[in-house]
Every structure is written in structure tokens, then in C-alpha cells.
């Protein structure tokens, strides 16, 4: 992973992540005022882990539109979406935020981005589309509604959350059958764009230039806005689970692997899973960490019903976080999450992804050549 482009005044107290997070700020000293900063005072976000990939060649929409969930064929230059690699069962493999420029299509990826690279290579065959890594010369700068005018950009991506897409649908419950996003939900006071950015550029500006923010605050504002991210997929993850049909599935395209799947519990089935929005009891300063167990009373017992998936301190809304649970898990429920050796913090549930969902009676024609061949990829 390469590090940050953007230079840093010396004295800077960025504090830095671990892992894959080794090269990206978390925050620098003051994570609620950065947080303040992103979402009302233009400050930039270094997103130093986050891939680039470039695609390019005649072919590259109509190819990435048979093999992917959203619908690109016909994508316009400058429009931003999101699509996802899906297994043959539906659960999410890859998730890829494009912007096409007219000449090539620009993806940011953070979530298993090689495998997510061997497969769309191992797709290519005899089609126009040659698929580069060029994060070495480009860097991902993240913001809230727009990038400063100083910062230079090769392309931008705007979030499409929480707007619901042509062809897709909602599976919150505030929303639930409407074909526009509803204007209480809060993802609408959060429009995320990033920025891919030339690292020789970037290099030609200093983080003193501008206001920044570190990407514990970026964390902040994305769960108050609900929006599911990297944190919130595991090994079986459909995209129902995390309503993610409003902006990276259209779900009446041509066969893809996993569309089936995606169809079936759409049409017929629910999301055996669902996210919610948890408010955390800050009255013990200790906050349970991500991964943590979700416990709570089923059937005269306290048992796990999922897991926290993201947590965070925000500036106006104190502990918060994002959690994926049983779907059959009343809306009422309270919800408790284990800090071990028996210790517990609790929580209160909002609902995003419904419990319960109306379903159509009929499924889409199936394309039985198309999907015998994604079973044997």
C-alpha cells in the first residue's frame, strides 16, 4: 500500500491507523473538531488506503455491466455509481465506486481489491478492456459536498448514497416501496465525494493549505449517515442485509453471478440479516470496539444476535454505531454489547434495513446458459 501524497507541515500530530490503515491519518489531536471541520467547514480527508484502478478500451461498460450488479452500459461521463462482485450465492465479493471520464472508467476500491483485480482479469477474454492498478500515481482525497477549489483532481466520485437508483430499490424501513430517497433520511445531510487526485500533483500542496480532517471523523460521519461500508461486510453478506440495492444494484439488467440470488430475495424471500443504528450508553467512558457481540433477550435468555460492526464519538450524537443483526430481532428490542469478562454496554436500536418486507410474486425470466456459466468460474 502506498503512502499518503499529501505532505504534512512539520510538528503534525497525525495520529495513524494500523494495518492496511498503516499510511492513513486517523486524526490530529482533536478527532470532534475534525469531525465539526468535514462536516460544515470544507476540511479534506487523506484516504491513503483506498485503491485506484483505471479501466479502459471500447468494451470496458458493457463488459463491467455483464459481470457486475449495477447497470453501466450506458453509464454517461462524469455520473458516479457503485457496483458489486457477487459469489454464485449473492454475498458480496468486491465493491467498486466508479466515474467514467469518456476515455477510461475510474474505480476506488477498499474492500478485497485483489481479489476483486484477479477476477474482473480472469473476465476479460476477448473483450476491449485493459484493467490497470494505478494507485503508485494516484491518491484518494475525500470530502463532504465538495473538494477545495486548490486541491487539484483528476476525476471526482459523488456518493450516490442514499439517493435510490433507476432499476433499484429501498430496503429501509423509512422509505420502504418509494421510489425517491425520503427526506428524513439522514444520509441526505451528508453528501461524500473523493477525489482522485495525482500524487505529483498532490505532492506540489501541503496538508497546511487546507483544513483537515482525519479518517476517524470520515468514520463519524458516515455511520450517522447510515451508510454501510466496508466494516459492515462479512463472508455472508448479501446486499439486502445492508441496503445496498438503492445505489449499487439495478435489478432488472441482464444476468450477472449472484443475480439470481439478489432476485430470489427480492421476489420471493428477506435478508436473513439486517443493519441497524445503535445509540451507545456514554456513561461508562468505555465504548465496546467493532467485532463485539450484540446480545439480547431471546426466548428468556440473553443470547448473540450479531455483531457491531462500526462505533464511533460524534460530535453532536456522543457513542454511536453501526450494527448487522438477526433480521426476526424486534425493532423494540434493546440491544447489549459485550466489552468481555462480563461486562456490558447498552444500547438502543434505529432501524434502517425493515424488518419485514412486501415481495412481488414472480421472478425475472432466468437465463439458464448465463447462469450455468458464472457456476463454473
Known amino acids: ?49 483506498l485503491r485506484v484502478l483505471r479501466l479502459s478500451g471500447a468494451d470496458r461498460l458493457k463488459w463491467l455491466n455483464s459481470i457486475t450488479t449495477q447497470k453501466l452500459d450506458a453509464l454517461a461521463p462524469g455520473v458516479s455509481t457503485e457496483t458489486l462482485v457477487l459469489d454464485p450465492n449473492g454475498r458480496i465479493e468486491g465493491w467498486l465506486r466508479l466515474v467514467d471520464d469518456g476515455e477510461a472508467l475510474w474505480a476506488i476500491s477498499d474492500f478485497r481489491t485483489e481479489e476483486t483485480l484477479e477476477f474482473l482479469r480472469s473476465m476479460v477474454f476477448m473483450m476491449r478492456v485493459t484493467i490497470d492498478d494505478v494507485s503508485d500515481d494516484y491518491q484518494c482525497i475525500g470530502a463532504v459536498r465538495a473538494l477545495p477549489e486548490a486541491l487539484p483532481r483528476t476525476q471526482v466520485w459523488e456518493d450516490p448514497w442514499p439517493h435510490i437508483g ?37 505532492r506540489a ?34 446486499v439486502g442485509e445492508l441496503d445496498l440495492l438503492r445505489t449499487a444494484v439495478h435489478l432488472a439488467k441482464g444476468c450477472y453471478r449472484g443475480q439470481e440470488a439478489v432476485a430470489r430475495v427480492h421476489n420471493l424471500g428477506q435478508p436473513p440479516r439486517r443493519l441497524v443504528f445503535v445509540h451507545l450508553d456514554g456513561s461508562g467512558h468505555i465504548q465496546p470496539d467493532p467485532g463485539a457481540e450484540v446480545l439480547s433477550t431471546v426466548r428468556g435468555a440473553e443470547r448473540s444476535v450479531g455483531q457491531l460492526t462500526s462505533v464511533a464519538l460524534h460530535y453532536e450524537l456522543g457513542p454511536i454505531g453501526l450494527a448487522v443483526i438477526k433480521r426476526n430481532i424486534s425493532a423494540e428490542a434493546s440491544l447489549n454489547f459485550d466489552l468481555g469478562e462480563g461486562n456490558l454496554v447498552v444500547g438502543t436500536q434505529e432501524t434502517i434495513v425493515a424488518p419485514e418486507r412486501g415481495n412481488r410474486t414472480s421472478l425475472p425470466g432466468r437465463n439458464r446458459e448465463v447462469d450455468m456459466r458464472n457456476q463454473h468460474r
Open 205 to 238: 500542496t501541503s496538508a497546511a493549505d487546507f483544513t483537515v480532517a482525519g479518517f476517524d471523523a470520515w468514520e463519524a460521519l458516515r455511520i450517522a449517515a447510515w451508510r454501510p461500508g466496508r466494516p459492515e461486510i462479512d463472508h455472508k453478506s448479501l
Open 1 to 49: 500500500m502506498p503512502s499518503s501524497s499529501l505532505p504534512r507541515p512539520l510538528g503534525s500530530s497525525a495520529v495513524f491507523g494500523v494495518e492496511d490503515l498503516v499510511h492513513t491519518p486517523l486524526h490530529y489531536g482533536g478527532p470532534l473538531r475534525e469531525q465539526r471541520a468535514l462536516a460544515e467547514k470544507d476540511a479534506i480527508v487523506d484516504l491513503a488506503h
Open 166 to 202: 433507476p432499476g433499484s430499490a429501498s430496503y429501509a424501513q423509512l422509505d420502504l416501496g418509494l421510489e425517491a430517497a425520503s427526506a428524513e433520511h439522514p444520509g441526505l445531510e451528508t453528501p461524500f465525494v473523493i477525489g482522485i487526485v495525482s500524487r505529483d500533483e498532490l
